[in-house]
């Protein structure tokens, strides 16, 4: 497969701007990214370094993901419940190699009250008092304290299998933080079940990857590969990591969702033990898996285009924005009233789970400043009615997976009756153009200088430099030098070994060693 540049979206003509976002991904991507956040209200970065304040449509968003994915866990058996935001010390300490790989990330709580005092510049201030017997970390996440209370929870073959999902929020001490991308604080969900065997722990963490890829696919619009971690990218202290991985617009990998078979280490490490039919006692095997807030950047990077945010009509917060064109005082409230019967009848259509959710923007301001905000937004459908459209019994309707002046008039009564169509329609648009991305930015190489040619050099198209890269399926035998060297020269890591599609018998690039399968690699978020 070829790495020539994607086209761009067709953008606005007449007196519209050249696109609304500026700069725009060819100029500055990452620059781009953050202006898309901004410009679509999803976010903001508050007065706590490295957190973030979600505003309503980014956190309608979430909800929408987390009302989703809720769904699709109680589906395959799991219960939510909620565990401590602190974490005792000595819990971590338990599991030497899980400790580890959270320690530089850890905020960690050593006192419980403030008093005045001089604080370490001199000044007069507040300063912590009463020293914790017992330091407390910041749930990084929450293995070690789910797996006490499932020490409780569990003694007999009867009680199992246990099949938990918490939602809750997280603190991992980011120095580089983005919006939604990576951030101190974030929100997701954890999922933490533990089993009577080996197979039965094993088909959980697969069958929850699989759930991650359809949620994905299907109602992000976003194509991953489904695939297992390598022992450099393993979750610590898991015995298998399985991944879903997407390509973004930048052509930088996304780590979208993860889940891990954790054999019987946690088990090990806070004492889940329960006895078989026979009376013998034995440790449970347990996982855990999770996705984060980190899919709405994933899906800002998938389908944002210049002009701001591309919802998917499955997740969006609102599907459709009607906005009342009354510029004639004497008509104004006619065509008000007709927009809202309209919005009152499309919200009586069921649609991917909730009914169709309808904007009526009556704001006091320009017509053409409301659809430039509803367009960086991202709603899918805009409509407009006027005079003239009322009169005609019509509508002007916007797709937003198409040009901005791209509009049609539709009857009314047709675009009641074919509104979900249309969603679906652009849904699986979305999906298609992501794929055809992906698979345009995929590359098989067989040999090293092929390799480092791909994502070291850079590339003239069309007069102005584009950065190599995309998803590179080699041959490889996992090697944790090979892949210290790779990440240190290239910025490139092994994303995973796909599940499907990769065995083919050959000889890692790297070493020489002979393989049975290609494994992706990347650079990456």
């Known amino acids: ?51 973030m304040v979600i505003k309503p449509w980014g956190y309608a968003l979430w909800e929408n993901i987390q009302r989703s994915l809720d769904k699709m866990f109680k589906d395959t058996g799991h219960k939510n419940a909620y565990f401590p935001l602190f974490i005792p010390l000595s819990y971590f300490e338990k599991e030497a190699e899980h400790v580890e790989g959270f320690a530089k990330e850890c905020a960690v709580v050593t006192h419980h009250r403030l008093k005045p005092g001089t604080k370490a510049d001199g000044k007069q201030g507040l300063v912590p008092d009463g020293e914790l017997q017992e330091p407390l970390v910041v749930r990084p996440t929450s293995e070690t304290i789910i797996g006490a209370s499932f020490a409780k929870w569990v003694e007999s073959y009867r009680d199992l299998p246990l099949l938990i999902n918490q939602w809750a929020n997280v603190v991992r001490w980011e ?14 969900q954890e999922g933490h079940t533990a089993h009577a065997t080996r197979d039965e722990a094993m088909e959980e963490t697969l069958k929850m990857l699989e759930v991650y890829a359809d949620f994905a696919e299907n109602w992000m619009a976003m194509p991953v590969i489904k695939g297992e971690k390598t022992e450099g990218e393993r979750f610590p202290g898991a015995v298998n990591t399985y991944c879903i991985e997407a390509l973004m617009q930048d052509r930088k990998a996304l780590q979208a969702g993860t889940s891990h078979f954790l054999g019987q280490n946690f088990a090990h490490a806070s004492d889940i033990k329960f006895s078989d039919a026979e009376g013998k006692i034995s440790h449970a095997w347990t996982t855990s898996w999770g996705v984060s807030t980190r899919l709405i950047g994933g899906m800002i990077m998938t389908h944002a285009d ?28 006619a065509v008000l009233d007709y927009c809202n019967r309209l919005a009152a009848d499309l919200r009586k259509i069921p649609y991917a789970g909730r009914t169709v959710d309808v904007e009526v923007d009556n704001r006091d301001i320009r017509g053409g400043d409301k659809a430039w905000q509803w367009i960086k937004k991202g709603i899918p459908l805009r409509v407009e009615v006027g005079p003239r459209d009322m009169a005609e019994d019509s509508v002007f309707m916007a797709r937003r997976d198409r040009a901005h002046k791209d509009k049609v008039a539709v009857k009314r009564d047709e675009f009641v009756a074919t509104v979900t169509q249309i969603l679906e329609d652009m849904q699986s648009t979305l999906f298609a153009r992501a794929k055809a991305h992906r698979e345009h930015n995929t590359k098989r190489i067989d040999s090293r200088a092929e390799f480092e040619a791909f994502f070291g050099a850079k590339q003239e198209e069309d007069g102005a430099a584009a950065a190599q890269g995309g998803f590179a399926l080699v041959h490889y035998a996992p090697d944790r030098k090979v892949e210290d060297e790779l990440k240190a020269k290239f910025a490139v890591t092994c994303r ?13 690039i790297f070493t020489g060693k002979p393989t049975t399968r290609r494994a992706v690699f990347a650079k990456a978020y």
């Open 496 to 508: 995973c070994i796909p599940l499907e599609g990769a065995d083919e018998p050959g000889s890692c």
């Open 306 to 333: 210049d002009d701001g945010m591309v919802l998917p009509p499955r997740l969006a917060p609102s599907h459709v924005v009607i906005i009342p064109v009354t510029h004639k005082p004497e008509t104004a409230q």
């Open 1 to 51: 497969m070829s790495n020539q540049k994607q086209p761009s979206q067709q953008k606005p003509a007449g007196n519209a701007p050249a696109s609304a976002i500026s700069p725009t991904r060819a100029e500055n991507y990452p620059e781009w990214y953050q202006q898309v956040v901004r410009a679509a209200e999803l976010a903001e970065t508050s007065d706590v370094r490295g957190c």
């Open 175 to 188: 120095m580089r933080t983005r919006l939604f991308l990576r951030t101190a604080e974030f929100l997701w």
